[in-house]
């Protein structure tokens, strides 16, 4: 199989502010524009801004709406927390290391973009816990 990219859609009110968060603040390339929407480049993959006039609201915690990437090289998770540190991006919740000693451990953080959308940075330590170790049926936090 060839391969397979990964699209999202999601809600933003002014393409200004996502230029300036995605762009310039994740480092982003920008593909097709129009008015109403964005075509942005997250590491090969798409995700689409399309502008709404419907309200956009906070969520209270992280769950259950937040997307993001899975990082392969601990290296490159380093480097975009560093960017995003550099950027001086809001951070909803700040880097940590998830389930310590277990075979799901894992860094992560997130951000929160201008307009309430959550993006999820994280590197496992042990590569098999992306999609196995079905044995530890924790998934994120508590809520």
């Not at 300036?20 to 008015?35: A, H, N, Q, T």
């Not at 995700?47 to 899975?70: D, K, N, S, W």
């Not at 992560?108 to 309430?116: K, R, S």
Request: hydrophobic share 40%; with cysteine; glycine share 6%.
């Amino acid at each position: 199989m060839n391969p397979v990219l990964f699209h999202l859609a999601f809600p933003v009110t002014d393409i200004a502010q996502t230029k300036k968060f995605y762009i310039d603040g994740l480092g982003c390339e920008v593909g097709r524009e129009s008015p109403n929407s964005m075509i942005l480049n997250l590491y090969g993959h798409q995700l689409v801004a399309h502008v709404t006039r419907e309200p956009l609201t906070r969520q209270q915690g992280i769950y259950p709406r937040h997307f993001g990437l899975i990082f392969t090289l601990l290296a490159d998770w380093e480097a975009v927390l560093e960017r995003a540190q550099q950027q001086q991006l809001d951070f909803r919740e700040q880097p940590k290391l998830r389930f310590p000693g277990l075979p799901t451990e894992h860094r992560t953080f997130f951000l929160e973009d201008p307009f309430y959308n959550l993006l999820e940075f994280k590197f496992y330590s042990y590569a098999s816990a992306i999609f196995g170790d079905r044995d530890y049926a924790q998934v994120g936090d508590r809520l």
